[in-house]
C-alpha cells in the first residue's frame, strides 16, 4: 500500500514556493501546556529550549545527566529535532541533588538549557499539552515579497475561516513509506515483517498506527475532492467541538444535525480502523467503504491486533488559531515569517504546504 497524494483545501489559491527549515531558527515550537505547574509536589517541572536536539533522545540525555531513570522522566510530546523548541519536561525532584527547582536554572547538555523550574504533584503524561504555538521562516520562494506575502494571507484567511484539514504528515510513513508498507505486512501476517517487529514494541505500534493514518487521509482526501467537508452523509459520524462527543447523524435528525454542523458546533471525522471505533452507518458507510476498496486491509486485520489498533475517530479538520504572517530581513534575504497555533496531534507542516503548494515540502 502506497502513500496517497493529499489534495490542498485551498488549491484555487496560488502558492509562494520556498523552502522550510533551512536553519535552526527557522522553526520555532513552543508548546502550550494544558495546565500550569502548581508550586508543590514531588516533581520538578522544567521549562527547557532545546536547538538541533533530537527528540527522541531528550529523555535519554536529561536521565544521564540528572541521574535519574528515564521512566522517572515525563513529557507531554516529541519535538522537532531540526528547530527551537520550548516545551514543559518533568523529572522527579526528590531523587535530585538540587535543593530548589531554581538551582535546575541554567545549561544541562549541549542544546539543551532550562529556563524555568517549577514544582507539581503529577508526572507529566503524553498528551497533557492543549497544543504547539508555531513561528516558521519560509525561504527562497518563487514571487517577489509582497506577492508572497498578498498570497500567504489568502490562505491563511482561508483556513483560519474554515480550518485546517487534518491530515497526517509525510513522516508519519517512514522514508518512502517503508513504516507504512511495515505496518501493513505485520497486519497481514507477513512473516518477515513480523519478525522485524516482534521486539520492538515502539516500532510495531508505529507501523500499525501508519496504516490507520494513511486509511484517514484518502477519506478526507476523498471528502477535498468532492466537495463534501461540510456536506453530511446519512449515517456520517461526527464529533461535538464543545464536549468532543462523536456520534452518527441519524436519519431523523439529519437536517438538524446538518444545520449544527453549518453553525461550527459539529465537525466531519474519519476513520482511524479498530474494533472500538465508531462506524458510519447507511449512506456515510458507503462512501468510506467505496473510497477504502483499494487498501490492503480491512477490519479483520485491525480486529485481531485490537490492542495495537483500538480505533477512533479523528477531525476532518482543525482550527488554526492566531494565524500572522509578515515580511523580514534575515541574513539580507526577504523572508516570510509565518505564525499559528494547532491542537495537539496535527502537523504544522499541512498547514505550510497549502501556503507553499509544495507538495515535496520537508516534513522533517
Known sequence: MKVTDRPYLTAGLPGIGGEIKCEIDDFEVEEVPLYEPGGDGQHAYVWLEKRGVPGGKLVSMLAAHFGVKK??????????????????????????EQDEPSDLVGPVVDGVEVLEARLHRNKLRTGHLEGNRFQV?????????DEAL?????????????????????????????????GVGYLKGDADAKRRLKRNHFLRRLSVSAVQSELFNRV????????????????????KTDTGGVFVVP??????????????????????PGP??????????????EV?????????????????????????????????????????????????FLPSGTYAT??????????????A
Open 150 to 182: 498578498e498570497r500567504a494571507q489568502a490562505v491563511l484567511e482561508v483556513l483560519g475561516a474554515k480550518g485546517m484539514p487534518n491530515y497526517f504528515g509525510l513522516q508519519r510513513f517512514g522514508n518512502g513509506g517503508s513504516t507504512l508498507e511495515l
Open 292 to 340: 477504502l476498496s483499494s487498501a490492503e486491509v480491512d477490519d479483520r486485520d485491525f480486529a485481531r491486533h485490537k490492542k495495537l489498533a483500538p480505533g477512533a475517530r479523528r477531525p476532518l479538520l482543525v482550527d488554526v488559531g492566531e494565524p500572522s504572517v509578515r515580511i523580514e530581513t534575515r541574513d539580507g534575504q526577504e523572508v516570510l515569517v509565518v505564525g499559528f
Open 251 to 272: 436519519t431523523d435528525e439529519f437536517e438538524e444535525t446538518q444545520a449544527r454542523l453549518d453553525r461550527g458546533e459539529l465537525v466531519t471525522t474519519g476513520p482511524l
Open 220 to 239: 478526507l482526501a476523498a471528502r477535498i475532492d468532492r466537495e463534501l467537508l461540510w456536506t453530511l452523509f446519512d449515517g456520517d459520524v461526527v464529533k
Open 276 to 289: 472500538r471505533m465508531i462506524a458510519p452507518e447507511r449512506d456515510g458507510k458507503v462512501f468510506e467503504d
Open 137 to 145: 521562516v519560509v525561504r527562497n520562494f518563487d514571487v517577489p515579497a
Open 350 to 363: 499541512v498547514l505550510l504546504r497549502e501556503i507553499t503548494k509544495h507538495a515535496d515540502l520537508v516534513e
Open 71 to 96: 521512566r522517572d522522566i515525563g513529557t507531554a510530546g516529541i519535538k522537532d529535532k531540526h528547530a527551537v523548541t520550548r516545551q514543559w519536561v518533568s523529572l522527579p525532584f526528590h531523587e535530585l
